[in-house]
């Protein structure tokens, strides 16, 4: 969405559909230098969120997450300051989604259309739970619905966040 008066004090987020941001040859994957101009008025700009469905094959949620950190890490060396996107599936994807994120970073975590179901809340709780163990982070930006059986570990182990509302419909 694009606004006439942008708030340049704010994080940009990529919390859209892929296509939205990235579907041709202008998107951020295929022309990042492109949006270096505009990128750079923010304050900062948390990682682009390539989906990793939970019915996707293993590889290309690999690959999503790959091309998440890779566009971050052209965006630091570009004098732009980045906020980790923490982006899990299931389990198996714990691990390498939470690989490229600093320890005690501030991380930001996308809900907007996947915390519908009880199934779906004990997942990001699981993942939530993998990161704190193995990153710790200092803060966690929540953009979309922040369920307390999800997201009271946070205030349990001391974590302080802030839930962002979405203007997805």
């Not at 809900?111 to 982070?137: A, M, V, W």
Request: net charge positive; proline share 7%.
């Amino acid at each position: 969405m694009k606004k006439k008066n942008p708030d340049y004090k704010a994080a940009v987020c990529f919390y859209k559909d892929d296509y939205k941001f990235d579907s041709n040859k202008n998107g951020i994957w295929k022309n990042p230098y492109q949006w270096l101009p505009l990128l750079c008025k923010f304050e900062s700009v948390i990682q682009p969120d390539f989906s990793t469905y939970q019915d996707f094959p293993i590889i290309y949620k690999m690959y999503n997450t790959y091309r998440m950190r890779a566009v971050g890490h052209f965006l630091i060396n570009n004098s732009i300051p980045v906020i980790a996107n923490y982006r899990s599936g299931t389990k198996e994807t714990f691990d390498f989604c939470a690989d490229g994120i600093p320890k005690d970073a501030i991380v930001c975590i996308g809900t907007h259309g996947n915390c519908r179901s009880y199934t779906d809340h004990q997942r990001i709780r699981e993942g939530l739970e993998f990161l704190i163990e193995n990153k710790r982070p200092r803060a966690v930006a929540i953009y979309g619905p922040a369920p307390k059986d999800v997201f009271g570990i946070l205030t349990n182990e001391g974590i302080p966040y802030q839930r962002y509302e979405t203007d997805l419909v």
